[in-house]
Protein backbone atom coordinates (compact mmCIF):
# COMPACT_ATOMS: atom_id res chain seq x y z
CA UNK A 1 0.00 0.00 0.00
CA UNK A 2 1.18 3.41 -1.00
CA UNK A 3 0.03 6.76 -0.33
CA UNK A 4 -0.38 9.08 -3.86
CA UNK A 5 -3.26 11.32 -5.14
CA UNK A 6 -6.49 9.96 -6.14
CA UNK A 7 -5.30 11.18 -9.93
CA UNK A 8 -2.17 8.98 -9.68
CA UNK A 9 -4.18 6.53 -8.53
CA UNK A 10 -6.71 6.89 -11.30
CA UNK A 11 -3.48 6.55 -13.67
CA UNK A 12 -2.14 3.32 -11.68
CA UNK A 13 -5.58 1.46 -12.21
CA UNK A 14 -5.44 1.99 -16.29
CA UNK A 15 -2.03 0.72 -16.36
CA UNK A 16 -3.89 -2.07 -14.58
CA UNK A 17 -6.04 -2.49 -17.30
CA UNK A 18 -3.57 -2.36 -19.95
CA UNK A 19 -3.88 1.38 -21.35
CA UNK A 20 -0.92 3.01 -22.45
CA UNK A 21 -2.24 6.04 -24.03
CA UNK A 22 -5.07 8.54 -23.11
CA UNK A 23 -6.30 11.85 -25.38
CA UNK A 24 -7.00 14.77 -23.35
CA UNK A 25 -6.62 18.84 -23.01
CA UNK A 26 -5.40 20.22 -19.17
CA UNK A 27 -7.57 22.10 -17.36
CA UNK A 28 -7.61 23.56 -14.39
CA UNK A 29 -10.91 20.94 -13.26
CA UNK A 30 -8.79 18.17 -14.31
CA UNK A 31 -5.28 18.92 -13.78
CA UNK A 32 -4.75 16.23 -10.78
CA UNK A 33 -6.03 13.74 -13.32
CA UNK A 34 -3.07 15.18 -15.79
CA UNK A 35 -0.55 15.14 -12.56
CA UNK A 36 -1.46 11.96 -11.95
CA UNK A 37 -0.60 10.67 -15.80
CA UNK A 38 2.68 12.29 -15.47
CA UNK A 39 3.54 10.44 -12.58
CA UNK A 40 3.07 7.45 -14.77
CA UNK A 41 4.07 8.62 -17.48
CA UNK A 42 7.00 5.91 -18.13
CA UNK A 43 3.58 3.65 -18.17
CA UNK A 44 1.05 5.85 -19.63
CA UNK A 45 1.46 8.26 -22.73
CA UNK A 46 -0.71 11.53 -22.48
CA UNK A 47 -1.48 12.55 -26.45
CA UNK A 48 -2.36 16.15 -26.07
CA UNK A 49 -5.24 17.03 -28.95
CA UNK A 50 -6.50 20.09 -30.31
CA UNK A 51 -9.83 19.63 -29.60
CA UNK A 52 -12.14 17.35 -27.09
CA UNK A 53 -14.06 15.92 -29.78
CA UNK A 54 -10.99 14.94 -31.87
CA UNK A 55 -9.62 12.90 -28.12
CA UNK A 56 -12.99 11.01 -28.21
CA UNK A 57 -12.86 10.01 -31.16
CA UNK A 58 -9.66 8.90 -31.73
CA UNK A 59 -10.50 6.89 -28.34
CA UNK A 60 -13.27 5.30 -29.51
CA UNK A 61 -11.08 4.46 -33.21
CA UNK A 62 -8.74 3.12 -30.40
CA UNK A 63 -11.14 0.58 -29.01
CA UNK A 64 -12.55 -0.42 -32.91
CA UNK A 65 -9.02 -0.69 -34.51
CA UNK A 66 -7.80 -2.85 -31.22
CA UNK A 67 -10.76 -4.37 -29.45
CA UNK A 68 -8.95 -2.39 -25.78
CA UNK A 69 -10.85 0.10 -23.99
CA UNK A 70 -10.00 3.63 -25.65
CA UNK A 71 -9.56 6.66 -22.74
CA UNK A 72 -10.10 10.49 -23.20
CA UNK A 73 -10.52 13.30 -20.21
CA UNK A 74 -11.59 16.58 -20.52
CA UNK A 75 -12.46 19.32 -18.43
CA UNK A 76 -15.56 20.55 -16.55
CA UNK A 77 -18.17 22.68 -18.73
CA UNK A 78 -16.95 22.88 -22.61
CA UNK A 79 -14.29 20.74 -22.67
CA UNK A 80 -16.90 18.23 -21.30
CA UNK A 81 -19.29 18.89 -23.81
CA UNK A 82 -16.72 18.67 -26.27
CA UNK A 83 -16.52 15.05 -26.26
CA UNK A 84 -20.14 14.11 -26.73
CA UNK A 85 -19.67 13.76 -30.33
CA UNK A 86 -16.83 11.06 -29.98
CA UNK A 87 -18.50 9.54 -26.93
CA UNK A 88 -21.96 9.27 -29.50
CA UNK A 89 -19.30 7.24 -32.21
CA UNK A 90 -18.65 4.80 -29.39
CA UNK A 91 -21.93 3.83 -28.08
CA UNK A 92 -23.25 3.77 -31.81
CA UNK A 93 -20.79 1.40 -32.63
CA UNK A 94 -21.01 -0.02 -29.10
CA UNK A 95 -17.19 -0.25 -28.48
CA UNK A 96 -15.99 0.25 -24.81
CA UNK A 97 -14.64 4.06 -24.05
CA UNK A 98 -14.11 5.45 -20.39
CA UNK A 99 -14.20 9.41 -20.56
CA UNK A 100 -12.52 11.00 -17.79
CA UNK A 101 -14.69 14.22 -16.72
CA UNK A 102 -13.76 17.41 -14.63
CA UNK A 103 -15.88 19.01 -12.44
CA UNK A 104 -15.33 21.97 -10.12
CA UNK A 105 -14.64 21.55 -7.08
CA UNK A 106 -16.93 20.48 -4.36
CA UNK A 107 -17.31 23.31 -2.17
CA UNK A 108 -17.93 25.48 -5.42
CA UNK A 109 -21.07 23.04 -6.53
CA UNK A 110 -24.10 24.27 -6.71
CA UNK A 111 -23.16 27.57 -6.13
CA UNK A 112 -23.99 29.22 -9.63
CA UNK A 113 -19.82 28.71 -10.10
CA UNK A 114 -17.82 29.29 -13.57
CA UNK A 115 -17.96 26.22 -15.83
CA UNK A 116 -20.27 24.45 -13.56
CA UNK A 117 -22.79 22.33 -15.38
CA UNK A 118 -24.81 19.44 -13.96
CA UNK A 119 -23.24 16.60 -16.09
CA UNK A 120 -24.33 13.71 -14.70
CA UNK A 121 -27.73 14.35 -16.61
CA UNK A 122 -25.49 15.28 -19.61
CA UNK A 123 -24.24 12.11 -20.27
CA UNK A 124 -27.33 10.19 -19.05
CA UNK A 125 -27.96 8.76 -22.78
CA UNK A 126 -24.51 8.75 -24.24
CA UNK A 127 -23.50 6.50 -21.29
CA UNK A 128 -23.76 2.63 -19.96
CA UNK A 129 -21.93 3.57 -16.54
CA UNK A 130 -22.07 7.71 -15.18
CA UNK A 131 -21.30 8.17 -12.24
CA UNK A 132 -19.71 11.24 -10.21
CA UNK A 133 -17.41 10.38 -7.50
CA UNK A 134 -18.18 11.21 -3.62
CA UNK A 135 -14.55 10.90 -1.96
CA UNK A 136 -11.29 10.66 -3.33
CA UNK A 137 -10.80 6.80 -1.79
CA UNK A 138 -13.52 5.54 -4.16
CA UNK A 139 -11.70 6.66 -7.31
CA UNK A 140 -9.91 3.71 -7.94
CA UNK A 141 -12.69 1.47 -7.14
CA UNK A 142 -14.84 3.52 -9.51
CA UNK A 143 -12.21 3.55 -12.45
CA UNK A 144 -12.01 -0.37 -12.01
CA UNK A 145 -16.24 -0.62 -11.94
CA UNK A 146 -16.60 2.27 -15.37
CA UNK A 147 -13.80 -0.11 -17.60
CA UNK A 148 -15.99 -3.79 -16.58
CA UNK A 149 -19.49 -1.57 -17.63
CA UNK A 150 -17.53 -0.17 -20.43
CA UNK A 151 -15.85 -4.17 -21.82
CA UNK A 152 -19.44 -6.13 -20.52
CA UNK A 153 -21.87 -3.23 -21.87
CA UNK A 154 -20.00 -2.43 -24.82
CA UNK A 155 -20.50 0.95 -24.53
CA UNK A 156 -19.00 4.38 -22.67
CA UNK A 157 -18.10 4.72 -18.92
CA UNK A 158 -18.40 8.37 -17.86
CA UNK A 159 -16.71 8.94 -14.41
CA UNK A 160 -17.19 12.79 -13.31
CA UNK A 161 -14.02 13.97 -11.21
CA UNK A 162 -14.17 16.76 -8.69
CA UNK A 163 -11.27 18.97 -8.55
CA UNK A 164 -10.77 18.48 -5.12
CA UNK A 165 -11.03 14.72 -4.71
CA UNK A 166 -8.37 13.64 -7.85
CA UNK A 167 -6.00 16.12 -5.69
CA UNK A 168 -6.45 14.04 -2.20
CA UNK A 169 -3.67 12.03 -0.98
CA UNK A 170 -5.00 8.46 -0.64
CA UNK A 171 -4.02 4.98 0.85
CA UNK A 172 -3.73 3.00 -2.50
CA UNK A 173 -3.41 -0.58 -2.99
CA UNK A 174 -3.96 -2.42 -6.28
CA UNK A 175 -6.59 -4.62 -6.09
CA UNK A 176 -5.32 -8.58 -7.05
CA UNK A 177 -8.79 -9.89 -8.05
CA UNK A 178 -7.61 -10.78 -12.07
CA UNK A 179 -9.33 -8.66 -14.79
CA UNK A 180 -12.06 -9.35 -16.09
CA UNK A 181 -12.39 -12.21 -19.09
CA UNK A 182 -13.51 -11.28 -22.39
CA UNK A 183 -13.41 -14.86 -23.59
CA UNK A 184 -15.66 -16.28 -26.75
CA UNK A 185 -19.18 -17.49 -25.18
CA UNK A 186 -20.27 -20.71 -26.82
CA UNK A 187 -23.87 -21.22 -27.87
CA UNK A 188 -25.80 -24.52 -27.87
CA UNK A 189 -26.78 -25.11 -31.73
CA UNK A 190 -30.93 -25.82 -32.25
CA UNK A 191 -30.30 -29.45 -34.59
CA UNK A 192 -33.93 -28.50 -35.70
CA UNK A 193 -33.45 -24.78 -36.56
CA UNK A 194 -30.09 -26.60 -38.71
CA UNK A 195 -31.89 -29.03 -40.26
CA UNK A 196 -34.31 -26.21 -41.68
CA UNK A 197 -31.62 -23.91 -42.70
CA UNK A 198 -30.24 -26.94 -44.24
CA UNK A 199 -32.98 -27.99 -45.99
CA UNK A 200 -33.57 -24.23 -47.55
CA UNK A 201 -30.65 -23.49 -48.22
CA UNK A 202 -30.36 -27.19 -50.42
CA UNK A 203 -33.73 -25.76 -52.08
CA UNK A 204 -32.43 -21.89 -52.86
CA UNK A 205 -31.18 -21.88 -56.47
CA UNK A 206 -30.01 -17.82 -56.09
CA UNK A 207 -29.09 -17.71 -52.04
CA UNK A 208 -26.88 -14.82 -50.56
CA UNK A 209 -24.18 -14.72 -47.59
CA UNK A 210 -24.54 -11.17 -45.64
CA UNK A 211 -22.21 -10.59 -42.99
CA UNK A 212 -21.06 -7.95 -40.71
CA UNK A 213 -18.88 -6.93 -37.82
CA UNK A 214 -20.25 -9.98 -36.05
CA UNK A 215 -18.19 -11.77 -38.55
CA UNK A 216 -14.74 -9.90 -38.19
CA UNK A 217 -12.06 -12.28 -37.81
CA UNK A 218 -13.73 -15.57 -38.98
CA UNK A 219 -12.98 -14.80 -42.47
CA UNK A 220 -12.54 -18.63 -43.06
CA UNK A 221 -15.52 -20.00 -41.79
CA UNK A 222 -17.09 -17.41 -44.56
CA UNK A 223 -15.34 -18.41 -47.13
CA UNK A 224 -15.12 -22.02 -46.69
CA UNK A 225 -19.76 -21.78 -46.08
CA UNK A 226 -19.71 -19.83 -49.39
CA UNK A 227 -17.85 -21.65 -51.52
CA UNK A 228 -19.27 -24.85 -50.37
CA UNK A 229 -22.73 -23.46 -50.84
CA UNK A 230 -21.99 -21.47 -54.59
CA UNK A 231 -22.91 -18.19 -52.31
CA UNK A 232 -22.17 -14.49 -53.51
CA UNK A 233 -21.30 -12.63 -49.89
CA UNK A 234 -21.89 -9.48 -49.61
CA UNK A 235 -20.80 -7.37 -46.72
CA UNK A 236 -21.89 -4.40 -44.31
CA UNK A 237 -20.15 -1.19 -45.04
CA UNK A 238 -18.11 -1.59 -41.65
CA UNK A 239 -17.86 -5.29 -42.35
CA UNK A 240 -16.01 -4.50 -45.48
CA UNK A 241 -12.68 -6.74 -45.27
CA UNK A 242 -13.54 -9.77 -43.70
CA UNK A 243 -13.01 -11.45 -46.74
CA UNK A 244 -10.84 -10.37 -49.26
CA UNK A 245 -12.14 -7.39 -51.75
CA UNK A 246 -10.65 -9.72 -54.53
CA UNK A 247 -12.30 -12.46 -53.92
CA UNK A 248 -14.53 -13.74 -56.10
CA UNK A 249 -16.91 -14.68 -54.46
CA UNK A 250 -17.20 -11.41 -52.71
CA UNK A 251 -19.75 -8.69 -54.15
CA UNK A 252 -19.00 -5.21 -51.69
CA UNK A 253 -21.51 -3.80 -49.73
CA UNK A 254 -25.16 -2.92 -50.88
CA UNK A 255 -26.62 0.76 -50.11
CA UNK A 256 -25.55 4.25 -50.63
CA UNK A 257 -21.90 3.63 -50.20
CA UNK A 258 -21.96 0.25 -52.27
CA UNK A 259 -21.59 -1.53 -55.27
CA UNK A 260 -23.65 -2.49 -58.44
CA UNK A 261 -23.21 -6.36 -57.91
CA UNK A 262 -24.26 -6.28 -54.38
CA UNK A 263 -27.15 -4.39 -55.13
CA UNK A 264 -27.86 -7.21 -57.86
CA UNK A 265 -27.31 -10.17 -56.15
CA UNK A 266 -29.21 -9.01 -53.34
CA UNK A 267 -32.31 -8.06 -55.26
CA UNK A 268 -32.24 -11.32 -56.92
CA UNK A 269 -31.70 -13.36 -54.31
CA UNK A 270 -34.38 -15.99 -53.34
CA UNK A 271 -32.77 -16.87 -50.09
CA UNK A 272 -29.98 -14.21 -47.72
CA UNK A 273 -28.34 -15.39 -44.49
CA UNK A 274 -27.44 -12.73 -42.13
CA UNK A 275 -24.95 -13.24 -40.15
CA UNK A 276 -23.52 -10.80 -37.66
CA UNK A 277 -25.20 -8.06 -38.91
CA UNK A 278 -28.37 -5.52 -37.58
CA UNK A 279 -28.07 -4.10 -41.66
CA UNK A 280 -30.48 -1.39 -41.21
CA UNK A 281 -31.45 -0.56 -44.08
CA UNK A 282 -33.45 -4.22 -45.13
CA UNK A 283 -36.66 -2.48 -44.43
CA UNK A 284 -36.47 -1.34 -47.74
CA UNK A 285 -35.66 -4.85 -49.44
CA UNK A 286 -38.07 -6.76 -51.25
CA UNK A 287 -39.99 -8.93 -48.57
CA UNK A 288 -40.01 -11.85 -51.18
CA UNK A 289 -37.08 -13.69 -49.84
CA UNK A 290 -36.39 -16.44 -47.46
CA UNK A 291 -34.23 -14.86 -44.68
CA UNK A 292 -32.21 -16.81 -42.28
CA UNK A 293 -30.60 -14.63 -39.34
CA UNK A 294 -27.70 -15.42 -37.04
CA UNK A 295 -26.80 -12.78 -34.52
CA UNK A 296 -25.54 -13.02 -30.77
CA UNK A 297 -27.90 -10.24 -29.62
CA UNK A 298 -31.53 -11.48 -29.27
CA UNK A 299 -32.79 -7.97 -29.46
CA UNK A 300 -31.33 -7.64 -33.46
CA UNK A 301 -33.49 -10.83 -34.60
CA UNK A 302 -36.27 -9.59 -36.79
CA UNK A 303 -36.22 -6.32 -35.92
CA UNK A 304 -35.37 -4.61 -39.38
CA UNK A 305 -37.10 -7.72 -41.47
CA UNK A 306 -38.92 -10.69 -40.89
CA UNK A 307 -36.80 -14.03 -40.28
CA UNK A 308 -38.18 -17.18 -41.15
CA UNK A 309 -35.13 -19.61 -39.42
CA UNK A 310 -32.83 -17.63 -37.06
CA UNK A 311 -30.21 -18.65 -34.63
CA UNK A 312 -29.17 -16.71 -31.13
CA UNK A 313 -25.57 -17.45 -32.05
CA UNK A 314 -22.23 -17.21 -33.12
CA UNK A 315 -21.94 -16.83 -36.84
CA UNK A 316 -18.61 -18.79 -37.34
CA UNK A 317 -20.50 -21.54 -35.29
CA UNK A 318 -23.66 -21.69 -37.35
CA UNK A 319 -21.62 -21.91 -40.51
CA UNK A 320 -19.22 -24.62 -39.82
CA UNK A 321 -22.21 -25.91 -38.91
CA UNK A 322 -24.13 -26.13 -42.01
CA UNK A 323 -21.10 -26.35 -44.25
CA UNK A 324 -20.65 -30.07 -42.73
CA UNK A 325 -24.02 -30.67 -44.88
CA UNK A 326 -24.06 -31.43 -48.45
CA UNK A 327 -23.71 -28.40 -51.36
CA UNK A 328 -25.70 -27.10 -53.39
CA UNK A 329 -25.40 -27.39 -57.30
CA UNK A 330 -28.50 -25.50 -58.00
CA UNK A 331 -26.99 -22.14 -56.83
CA UNK A 332 -23.54 -22.61 -59.04
CA UNK A 333 -24.71 -20.53 -62.55
CA UNK A 334 -26.34 -17.92 -60.42
CA UNK A 335 -22.44 -17.98 -58.39
CA UNK A 336 -20.88 -17.71 -61.54
CA UNK A 337 -22.92 -14.75 -63.08
CA UNK A 338 -22.60 -12.72 -59.75
CA UNK A 339 -18.76 -13.62 -59.44
CA UNK A 340 -18.27 -11.94 -63.69
CA UNK A 341 -20.65 -8.55 -62.96
CA UNK A 342 -18.24 -8.23 -60.10
CA UNK A 343 -15.29 -8.45 -62.72
CA UNK A 344 -17.19 -6.09 -64.56
CA UNK A 345 -17.94 -3.59 -61.79
CA UNK A 346 -14.08 -3.03 -60.89
CA UNK A 347 -12.97 -3.08 -64.88
CA UNK A 348 -15.69 0.28 -64.71
CA UNK A 349 -14.38 1.91 -61.48
CA UNK A 350 -10.91 1.35 -62.93
CA UNK A 351 -12.10 2.82 -66.36
CA UNK A 352 -13.02 5.97 -64.57
CA UNK A 353 -9.84 6.31 -62.63
CA UNK A 354 -7.82 6.33 -66.05
CA UNK A 355 -10.41 9.29 -67.08
CA UNK A 356 -9.07 12.65 -66.64
CA UNK A 357 -10.70 14.34 -69.21
CA UNK A 358 -12.62 16.67 -67.44
CA UNK A 359 -10.52 16.85 -64.40
CA UNK A 360 -9.08 14.20 -61.64
CA UNK A 361 -11.31 11.75 -60.96
CA UNK A 362 -11.94 10.36 -56.89
CA UNK A 363 -11.62 6.67 -58.21
CA UNK A 364 -7.99 7.66 -59.28
CA UNK A 365 -6.68 8.79 -56.32
CA UNK A 366 -8.21 5.33 -54.23
CA UNK A 367 -6.54 3.81 -56.96
CA UNK A 368 -3.21 5.10 -55.96
CA UNK A 369 -3.31 4.96 -52.05
CA UNK A 370 -4.21 1.61 -53.05
CA UNK A 371 -1.07 0.44 -54.96
CA UNK A 372 0.91 2.48 -52.64
CA UNK A 373 -0.43 1.03 -49.06
CA UNK A 374 1.94 -1.72 -47.89
CA UNK A 375 -0.04 -5.02 -46.67
CA UNK A 376 0.13 -4.14 -43.07
CA UNK A 377 -1.73 -0.42 -44.09
CA UNK A 378 -4.36 1.44 -41.64
CA UNK A 379 -6.87 3.15 -43.16
CA UNK A 380 -9.24 5.98 -41.41
CA UNK A 381 -12.62 6.74 -43.42
CA UNK A 382 -14.39 9.83 -42.91
CA UNK A 383 -17.97 10.12 -44.04
CA UNK A 384 -19.37 11.01 -47.10
CA UNK A 385 -18.89 10.46 -50.99
CA UNK A 386 -15.12 9.96 -50.00
CA UNK A 387 -16.55 6.48 -47.07
CA UNK A 388 -18.08 5.62 -50.81
CA UNK A 389 -14.94 5.40 -52.68
CA UNK A 390 -12.54 4.31 -50.60
CA UNK A 391 -14.80 1.24 -49.80
CA UNK A 392 -15.23 0.06 -53.35
CA UNK A 393 -12.10 0.59 -54.49
CA UNK A 394 -9.60 -0.26 -51.21
CA UNK A 395 -8.13 -3.85 -51.34
CA UNK A 396 -8.42 -4.80 -47.60
CA UNK A 397 -5.52 -7.79 -48.44
CA UNK A 398 -3.29 -9.39 -46.16
CA UNK A 399 -3.18 -7.16 -43.01
CA UNK A 400 -4.70 -4.25 -43.52
CA UNK A 401 -7.41 -2.98 -41.58
CA UNK A 402 -9.54 -0.07 -41.37
CA UNK A 403 -11.95 2.09 -39.24
CA UNK A 404 -14.78 4.20 -39.93
CA UNK A 405 -18.26 5.86 -38.05
CA UNK A 406 -20.75 3.67 -39.76
CA UNK A 407 -23.83 3.93 -37.20
CA UNK A 408 -23.19 7.36 -35.78
CA UNK A 409 -21.51 8.70 -39.30
CA UNK A 410 -19.74 12.21 -38.03
CA UNK A 411 -17.70 13.96 -40.25
CA UNK A 412 -14.56 14.59 -38.99
CA UNK A 413 -13.52 10.98 -37.82
CA UNK A 414 -10.72 10.19 -40.19
CA UNK A 415 -7.78 12.11 -39.04
CA UNK A 416 -8.41 12.10 -34.95
CA UNK A 417 -8.97 8.15 -36.07
CA UNK A 418 -5.60 8.23 -38.12
CA UNK A 419 -3.83 9.61 -35.41
CA UNK A 420 -5.19 6.83 -32.72
CA UNK A 421 -4.33 4.39 -35.53
CA UNK A 422 -0.57 5.84 -35.49
CA UNK A 423 -0.19 5.99 -31.90
CA UNK A 424 -0.99 2.32 -31.55
CA UNK A 425 0.51 1.20 -34.35
CA UNK A 426 3.79 3.11 -34.83
CA UNK A 427 4.96 0.00 -37.25
CA UNK A 428 2.24 0.35 -39.84
CA UNK A 429 1.52 3.01 -42.87
CA UNK A 430 -1.39 4.88 -41.86
CA UNK A 431 -3.78 6.42 -44.20
CA UNK A 432 -6.65 9.06 -43.63
CA UNK A 433 -9.32 9.75 -46.44
CA UNK A 434 -11.03 12.78 -45.83
CA UNK A 435 -13.85 14.99 -48.02
CA UNK A 436 -12.77 19.06 -47.67
CA UNK A 437 -16.05 19.06 -45.85
CA UNK A 438 -14.88 16.85 -42.82
CA UNK A 439 -11.34 17.16 -43.26
CA UNK A 440 -11.87 20.86 -42.38
CA UNK A 441 -13.87 20.27 -38.75
CA UNK A 442 -10.67 18.59 -37.42
CA UNK A 443 -8.02 19.58 -39.84
CA UNK A 444 -6.14 21.40 -36.31
CA UNK A 445 -4.88 17.68 -35.88
CA UNK A 446 -2.53 17.53 -37.90
CA UNK A 447 -0.88 19.90 -35.11
CA UNK A 448 -1.21 16.81 -33.32
CA UNK A 449 0.15 14.57 -36.09
CA UNK A 450 3.51 17.40 -36.22
CA UNK A 451 3.63 17.35 -32.41
CA UNK A 452 4.16 13.03 -31.61
CA UNK A 453 5.07 12.56 -34.93
CA UNK A 454 3.11 10.89 -36.61
CA UNK A 455 3.81 9.66 -40.22
CA UNK A 456 0.67 9.72 -41.55
CA UNK A 457 -0.98 10.12 -45.11
CA UNK A 458 -3.70 12.60 -45.03
CA UNK A 459 -5.78 12.62 -48.21
CA UNK A 460 -8.17 15.23 -48.70
CA UNK A 461 -10.61 14.72 -51.55
CA UNK A 462 -11.63 18.37 -52.37
CA UNK A 463 -14.49 18.51 -54.44
CA UNK A 464 -15.92 21.96 -52.59
CA UNK A 465 -18.76 20.68 -51.50
CA UNK A 466 -20.69 18.36 -48.85
CA UNK A 467 -20.86 16.01 -51.68
CA UNK A 468 -23.22 13.50 -49.75
CA UNK A 469 -25.89 16.26 -49.07
CA UNK A 470 -25.82 17.46 -52.37
CA UNK A 471 -26.75 14.34 -53.89
CA UNK A 472 -29.96 13.95 -51.69
CA UNK A 473 -31.02 17.71 -52.46
CA UNK A 474 -30.65 16.51 -56.48
CA UNK A 475 -32.20 13.27 -56.10
CA UNK A 476 -35.24 15.11 -54.00
CA UNK A 477 -35.11 17.93 -56.87
CA UNK A 478 -34.54 20.80 -53.78
CA UNK A 479 -32.40 23.36 -54.37
CA UNK A 480 -28.70 23.17 -54.29
CA UNK A 481 -28.21 25.42 -51.11
CA UNK A 482 -25.88 25.83 -48.48
CA UNK A 483 -23.33 22.52 -49.51
CA UNK A 484 -21.41 24.54 -51.39
CA UNK A 485 -17.56 25.10 -50.06
CA UNK A 486 -15.12 27.46 -50.08
CA UNK A 487 -11.63 25.83 -51.23
CA UNK A 488 -8.80 26.18 -50.00
CA UNK A 489 -4.85 25.33 -49.90
CA UNK A 490 -4.98 22.13 -47.58
CA UNK A 491 -1.72 21.51 -48.47
CA UNK A 492 -0.01 25.18 -48.20
CA UNK A 493 -1.78 24.82 -44.91
CA UNK A 494 -0.24 21.52 -43.91
CA UNK A 495 2.98 23.05 -44.21
CA UNK A 496 2.44 26.61 -42.30
CA UNK A 497 1.78 23.14 -39.40
CA UNK A 498 5.34 21.62 -39.79
CA UNK A 499 3.58 18.97 -41.70
CA UNK A 500 4.25 18.23 -45.99
CA UNK A 501 2.13 19.42 -48.48
CA UNK A 502 1.59 18.21 -51.94
CA UNK A 503 -1.46 18.63 -54.40
CA UNK A 504 -2.68 16.68 -57.37
CA UNK A 505 -4.77 18.04 -60.24
CA UNK A 506 -4.58 15.16 -62.70
CA UNK A 507 -3.41 11.98 -63.12
CA UNK A 508 0.20 12.88 -63.92
CA UNK A 509 0.38 15.13 -60.99
CA UNK A 510 -1.48 12.43 -58.89
CA UNK A 511 1.43 9.57 -59.99
CA UNK A 512 4.20 12.27 -59.00
CA UNK A 513 2.41 13.34 -55.42
CA UNK A 514 2.69 9.66 -54.84
CA UNK A 515 6.27 9.45 -56.22
CA UNK A 516 7.22 12.23 -53.80
CA UNK A 517 5.40 10.29 -50.65
CA UNK A 518 7.87 7.86 -51.28
CA UNK A 519 10.90 9.32 -52.09
CA UNK A 520 10.25 11.42 -48.32
CA UNK A 521 9.06 8.00 -46.66
CA UNK A 522 12.79 5.89 -48.08
CA UNK A 523 14.50 8.74 -46.88
CA UNK A 524 13.31 8.51 -43.38
CA UNK A 525 11.05 11.85 -43.75
CA UNK A 526 8.67 10.32 -41.36
CA UNK A 527 6.72 13.76 -40.92
CA UNK A 528 2.81 13.66 -42.20
CA UNK A 529 1.90 14.71 -45.44
CA UNK A 530 -1.25 16.23 -46.30
CA UNK A 531 -2.20 15.46 -49.83
CA UNK A 532 -4.84 17.99 -51.41
CA UNK A 533 -6.32 16.11 -54.23
CA UNK A 534 -8.48 19.08 -56.33
CA UNK A 535 -11.27 17.31 -58.40
CA UNK A 536 -14.46 18.65 -59.90
CA UNK A 537 -17.41 17.69 -58.54
CA UNK A 538 -18.79 14.95 -59.77
CA UNK A 539 -21.75 12.91 -58.46
CA UNK A 540 -20.91 9.30 -57.79
CA UNK A 541 -23.38 6.45 -58.92
CA UNK A 542 -25.99 6.06 -56.21
CA UNK A 543 -25.81 2.51 -55.82
CA UNK A 544 -28.67 2.55 -53.03
CA UNK A 545 -31.08 1.36 -56.10
CA UNK A 546 -30.15 0.81 -59.33
CA UNK A 547 -33.25 0.63 -61.55
CA UNK A 548 -31.05 -1.32 -64.72
CA UNK A 549 -33.11 -4.46 -65.03
CA UNK A 550 -35.76 -3.26 -67.70
CA UNK A 551 -37.88 -6.35 -66.84
CA UNK A 552 -38.28 -5.53 -63.33
CA UNK A 553 -38.31 -1.29 -62.92
CA UNK A 554 -38.83 -0.06 -66.87
CA UNK A 555 -36.80 0.82 -69.76
CA UNK A 556 -36.99 4.45 -68.69
CA UNK A 557 -35.73 4.00 -65.70
CA UNK A 558 -32.87 1.54 -66.92
CA UNK A 559 -32.28 3.95 -69.86
CA UNK A 560 -32.31 6.95 -67.86
CA UNK A 561 -29.80 6.00 -65.11
CA UNK A 562 -27.58 4.50 -67.69
CA UNK A 563 -26.95 8.30 -69.32
CA UNK A 564 -26.48 9.50 -65.64
CA UNK A 565 -23.68 7.35 -64.96
CA UNK A 566 -22.17 6.47 -68.33
CA UNK A 567 -23.55 2.31 -67.89
CA UNK A 568 -24.07 2.12 -71.52
CA UNK A 569 -22.08 -1.18 -71.88
CA UNK A 570 -22.83 -2.88 -68.21
CA UNK A 571 -24.86 -5.68 -67.90
CA UNK A 572 -26.77 -6.46 -65.71
CA UNK A 573 -26.77 -9.65 -62.96
CA UNK A 574 -30.28 -10.79 -64.81
CA UNK A 575 -28.50 -10.27 -68.61
CA UNK A 576 -25.68 -12.49 -67.17
CA UNK A 577 -28.10 -15.11 -65.30
CA UNK A 578 -29.79 -15.13 -68.93
CA UNK A 579 -26.43 -15.87 -70.32
CA UNK A 580 -25.90 -18.51 -68.32
CA UNK A 581 -29.18 -20.23 -68.96
Request: cysteine-free.
Amino acid sequence: MSTVTAGQALAKVLERWGVDHVYGIPADSINNVVEGLWKERDGIRFIQVRHEEAGALAAAADAKLNGTIGVAFASAGPGSVHMLNGLYDAKMDNVPVLALVGQVTTRFQNTHFFQELSEVPIFSDVAVYNRQVANAEQIPSVIEDAIKAAYTKRGVAVVILPEDLTGTQIEYAESKTPLTSRAQVSYALDQHELDMASEAIAKAERPVLWIGQGMSGKSDSVMKFAEHFHMPVISTAPGTGIVPQLWPNYMGTRGRLGDKPAFEASQLADLILFAGTNYPFGRFMPHDKTIIQVNTNPSDIGNQLEASIAFVADGAQVLDELAKRSGNDKARAFEKAARLNRHNWLMWLDKLADDDSHGLAAESVIREIARNASDRAIFSLDVGNNTAWSLRQLPFEGDQHFTMSPWYGTMGYAVPAGLSAAVSHPDRDVWTISGDGGFAMVNQEILTEVRYKLPVVNVVLENKAFGFIRHEQIKGKLGLYGTDLEGADWAGMARSFGAIGLTATDNASLKSAFAKIREYRDAGDMRPIVLDAKLPYIDPIDTSFIPLDEKKFGAGAADGFRKLYNLDDEPTLADLMDDEA
